[in-house]
């Protein structure tokens, strides 16, 4: 795996990718099961992916497709009182793939979600989510099934071609074509590749930004009324940490922003006037371009660093592959439920501040005797001290 956090950018080319034929499942699928540890409340959560074609815009990665066409899937608070169709983690053509591109067994999965209950009745706040170079809609379901608990709309795009998979509701497997961080030899890291898919996921967001107001307004919407479209917010990993705090910057429909252990591009670093979070992951020593970012945040801003945590910790990694040496993502001296715990409510407790206009929490603020390995940096504090003459407020 990848264990780095991507900082390239850059301007692109153009690629064909054809469709990948695989069987349903692959021998090394389903050699054990895990299941998605239980949300933070008892509110059900439904999920459905939804299939959305930009008739504005040709596909930037295949120019020979007329329309850009994305995979979105949602997670939402359900109405009480439905049976519930346990839903599938993913499909078992791009399951079978990924064990077949990584070479490593995947497990069968157990989710906390009912696939396409109706929704509850709303307005929800909504969050916007970017995966990590290469990743996939699914990469941080533990959160995306929390937050749905707690009351949020979480739609996770698939930003095609350059995910590592995504099934069509024809059936058809879309693969990325520039390789996958899940393994082989032709993963392009180059700052072209990186900035051509951020220019494209940028667009992505733009484009599901109006959909919601559609989805919002039709009678054949199952968000019909639902979403409460002036408290959106956006989150990434990695390189869709930094996509999430550029679209932040850019579009005036977006309140907040939640980095996960993002990358960090000198157009990011000049910073916003927007609520942002970075949560990051065992940082030893900060890099000059996050302590520039953090000097540039002019509105609420905080910074929460868990220590021992590695790039994977606030993904699926954390409890998928808990048993499996070499692959779990890294937890420090808390543990896994804790860390999962800290992970999930400092990003309720910062939307909930910021999206819901609640009064922002102590944990936002103050170091956590529940979360001792959680390295908090609040707004009047200094991330770095060798920037401490340019950063804004106190000493750390």
């Known amino acids: 795996m990848v264990r780095q956090v991507l900082t390239g950018l850059a301007t692109g080319f153009f690629l064909l990718s054809a469709p990948v034929s695989l069987p349903a499942q692959s021998p090394l699928s389903n050699l054990w099961n895990a299941t998605s540890p239980r949300p933070t409340t008892s509110g059900q959560v439904g999920t459905l992916p939804m299939q959305l074609a930009d008739s504005t815009r040709r596909d930037p990665y295949h120019p020979a497709d007329a329309t ?15 049976l519930c169709q346990p839903a599938e983690y993913t499909s078992a053509k791009v399951w079978a793939y990924v ?5 490593f067994p995947v497990p ?23 995966h990590g170079y290469t990743g996939m809609l699914t990469d941080s379901t533990f959160l995306f099934e929390d937050l749905a608990s707690r ?39 180059d700052y072209e590749s990186l900035r051509f898919a951020r220019t494209a996921r940028l667009a992505d967001i733009r484009f599901l930004l109006g959909e919601l107001q559609r989805l919002n307004s039709r009678i054949d919407s199952p968000f019909r009324s639902r979403l409460r479209l002036d408290r959106v917010g956006v989150m990434g990993h990695s390189l869709g940490g930094e996509v999430a705090l550029a679209a932040l910057e850019r579009d005036p429909r977006l309140r907040a922003a939640v980095s ?46 868990l220590r021992g945590a590695d790039h ?15 692959v779990a993502a ?17 990003v309720a407790a910062f939307f909930d501040a910021y999206l819901l206009g609640n009064p922002p929490e102590a944990l936002l603020n103050t170091a956590s005797t529940d979360y001792p390995d959680a390295i908090v940096t ?9 920037n401490s003459a340019v950063a804004q407020g106190g000493s750390q």
Request: aromatic share 8%.
């Open 68 to 82: 850009r066409t994305l995979m979105v899937r949602f997670w939402y608070p359900a109405a009480p009182g439905q």
């Open 99 to 103: 064990s077949h591109l990584s070479g």
């Open 108 to 130: 069968s999965v157990r989710t906390n979600s009912c696939q396409r209950a109706v929704v509850a009745t709303g307005p929800h706040p909504v969050v916007l989510f970017s």
């Open 260 to 305: 996960l252990d993002g990358a960090v591009s000198p157009e990011v670093a000049e910073g916003s006037a927007k609520p942002v979070l970075l949560l990051a992951a065992g940082r030893e020593h900060w890099t000059d371009e996050e302590c520039q970012l953090w000097s540039g945040l002019r509105g609420p801003r905080f910074a929460v660093d």
């Open 312 to 326: 994977f910790t606030s993904s699926d990694a954390i409890w998928m592959f808990q048993n499996v040496p070499g």
């Open 330 to 346: 890294s937890v420090g001296n808390m543990g896994r439920e804790k860390t999962i715990a800290a992970i999930r409510n400092y």
């Open 378 to 386: 609040s707004p009047r504090q200094t991330l770095c001290r060798q």
């Open 151 to 189: 009351g949020y709309v979480v739609a996770s795009i698939a930003h095609t071609y350059e995910t590592t998979a995504v099934e069509l509701p024809n059936g058809r497997l879309i693969t990325s074509i520039l390789g996958s961080y899940l393994g082989g030899d032709s993963l392009r890291m």
